[in-house]
């Protein structure tokens, strides 16, 4: 399978807790996105990476989450002192740098829960 | 900044029978348009996209969109659905500037709910 995989698929954590989801790209896409999905609307983009270089952060992205792609391939995103709104489904999409059109393929998707 | 609305949130429709799903943008810079279907607890799939040229655009499983720059809008068309179209399905935009970040805007969905 070539296509972009998340993992885990499913998270029902505690409140306070930490939660670190992994996402990887299809091979040599070199731009990451990760959106979130919440229930009812469409998905919010939270950040994005060019290779190892996290270009830009949403103002969604408070000071909780943390995104990491540290070799320019795989790349984590982390929460840390969850909170039931951060309950969602986080999406993560790669594409190639040089597209002539901005089109993104997305993962399956990481669905979490805060109790 | 680019907006985009999706003015149904839920469309139910018969089997076999016609079905639009309407998507408006607003954005103050050339964009990209895309529709994505999205099926239970699965990730997104893209339909189909308009870059450029011809205004109407035709994607996978049947589906058709036109775009319209003077009414900012995105349209989804089917003319004939079948029972496993029923998904929910995201309009969504990206600005055209090179080398730019290319997030894509999304709408807030509407739900396709077809029925026998």
């Known amino acids: 399978d070539t296509g972009v995989s998340q993992d885990p698929r499913h998270k029902i954590t505690k409140r306070g807790q930490n939660v670190t989801f992994r996402c990887d790209p299809i091979?040599?896409?070199?731009?990451l996105y990760w959106y979130r999905q919440t229930l009812g609307q469409g998905p919010e983009f939270l950040t994005y990476f060019q290779n190892e270089a996290q270009l830009e952060k949403s103002r969604l992205l408070s000071d909780r989450f943390s995104a990491e792609r540290p070799k320019g391939s795989f790349s984590t995103l982390e929460i840390q002192r969850t909170e039931q709104g951060d309950s969602a489904m986080y999406l993560c999409a790669s594409r190639p740098q040089v597209s002539p059109y901005n089109e993104q393929f997305f993962g399956p998707g990481t669905r979490l829960t805060v109790l | 900044a680019q907006s985009v609305t999706q003015l149904d949130s839920q469309v139910p429709v018969f089997e076999e029978a016609p079905v639009e799903l309407r998507c408006n943008y607003s954005?103050?810079?050339?964009?990209?348009l895309f529709w994505y279907v999205q099926y239970p607890n699965q990730g997104l799939q893209l339909l189909l996209k308009y870059l450029s040229g011809s205004t109407l655009v035709k994607g996978i499983n049947g589906f058709e969109a036109e775009f319209n720059k003077s009414q900012t809008s995105f349209h989804l068309r089917k003319p004939s659905v079948h029972i496993s179209d029923t998904a929910e399905y995201f309009c969504?935009?990206?600005?055209?500037?090179?080398?730019?970040?290319?997030?894509?805007?999304f709408g807030q969905g509407t739900e396709l709910s077809v029925k026998p």
């Open positions: 954005s103050s810079v050339s964009v990209y």
């Open positions: 091979s040599e896409h070199n731009r």
């Open positions: 969504a935009v990206s600005d055209r500037i090179y080398n730019q970040g290319g997030k894509l805007i």
